[in-house]
């Protein structure tokens, strides 16, 4: 089974920036997301790409800030965050499906079958 840890995280102000990665244990060939959870709140899908890169899907609160990109060659997964929010605190997974496209919706949970352990992102105001 493919492993997946998530580094990057960490405490920022609003307006900084910070970027996550995700470095699989595995070749990766499947879409990839990151999706994040507050307290209190249901895990929620933040972006997702495509096993070629070419497809990206962002969250409308974060379009326009955050960036999600991959390197294929090493087996990483990276969110850039910028003009961060208090509203972005929270836990960030990296998920990775089984097929390069997406079987499902993009923001689906059961899209995607492996998953890191999280890194905290704490955004204050």
């Known amino acids: 089974q493919v492993q997946m840890e998530e580094s990057g995280g960490g405490s920022v102000q609003t307006g900084g920036s910070l970027t996550l990665s995700c470095v699989a244990s595995?070749?990766?060939?499947?879409?990839m997301a990151w999706f994040r959870q507050a307290p209190g709140k249901e895990r929620e899908a933040v972006a997702s790409?495509?096993?070629?890169?070419?497809?990206?899907y962002i969250t409308d609160s974060a379009v326009g800030r955050f960036r999600i990109s991959r390197d294929n060659a090493r087996n990483t997964l990276y969110l850039q965050m910028t003009t961060a929010k208090p509203e972005d605190t929270g836990m960030y997974y990296c998920?990775?499906?089984?097929?390069?496209?997406?079987?499902?919706?993009?923001?689906?949970?059961?899209?995607?079958?492996?998953w890191g352990q999280g890194t905290q992102v704490t955004v204050s105001s």
């Open positions: 595995g070749i990766i060939q499947g879409c």
């Open positions: 790409i495509s096993g070629n890169g070419q497809t990206k």
């Open positions: 998920a990775a499906g089984p097929k390069p496209y997406f079987s499902g919706s993009w923001s689906a949970r059961d899209t995607y079958i492996a």
